[in-house]
């Protein structure tokens, strides 16, 4: 059965680092792409970008680039989403999804406040 | 970026059929445009439904199909129940790898 199951929410000061994770199972990690997606609470899906892991490809959406890293670590069969410098409008669920977005991952809520 | 666009929100009759749209500011969506369609209902992650313009997954309820029709992507429910009120995503892709999602439609059953 395939999961992707995603770390716990998160509460982060502006200006702080955050990094969170995918786990995928119940396939081949580095067979698949990887995308995220944001949720801002409320609002619709934003495409973030993708990665493969197979051999660390990323792809951001133009919105994205430069505000997030995407990465993964097949050693470990996961992939991450970070922020070097959070801001308040970072504040939204997070969801990572295998290509194909056909199996999701639960969501990683972020709030970021002051 | 393109800007993909959806009805904001449709209401259709228990039993009854609606047609749900997706278009792009770049013109007629094509499948080229791999078009995609979500179901979420509130506090669950999206649901796949339709992938590549026509296509089921194993999980898709029989009563939604995928189709083009007057150069948009199209939802189209025959037979809704009660348990298909919820939001609807589509998502195109585009030239470069990029994808965009419409902003959604709320759809009613009622």
């Known amino acids: 059965e395939v999961q992707l199951v995603q770390s716990g929410a998160e509460v982060r000061k502006p200006g702080e680092s955050l990094k969170i994770s995918c786990t995928p199972s119940g396939y081949t990690f580095t067979a698949y792409w990887i995308g995220w997606v944001r949720q801002v609470p409320g609002k619709g899906l934003d495409w973030m970008g993708l990665?493969?892991?197979?051999?660390?490809?990323?792809r951001y959406s133009p919105s994205f680039q430069g505000q997030v890293t995407i990465s993964a670590d097949k050693s470990i069969s996961t992939a991450y989403l970070q922020w070097s410098s959070l801001k308040a409008s970072d504040t939204a669920i997070y969801y990572c999804t295998r290509y194909g977005l056909d199996y999701w991952g639960q969501g990683t809520l972020v709030t970021v406040s002051s | 970026q393109a800007v993909v666009t959806q009805e904001p929100s449709l209401t259709v009759s228990p039993g009854g059929t609606v047609t749900l749209t997706c278009g792009s500011s770049?013109?007629?969506?094509?499948?080229?445009?791999?078009p995609y369609w979500f179901q979420q209902k509130p506090g669950q992650a999206p649901r796949a439904l339709i992938y590549?313009?026509?296509n089921k997954h194993s999980w898709t309820p029989a009563r939604f199909s995928g189709s083009l029709l007057g150069g948009k992507a199209a939802l189209t429910l025959s037979g809704a129940q009660p348990e298909d009120e919820a939001e609807f995503y589509c998502l195109l892709s585009y030239s470069g790898g990029r994808r965009v999602f419409g902003g959604g439609t709320k759809l009613t059953v009622l």
């Open positions: 590549d313009t026509t």
């Open positions: 990665i493969y892991p197979g051999d660390s490809d990323t």
């Open positions: 770049t013109g007629a969506v094509t499948t080229g445009h791999y």
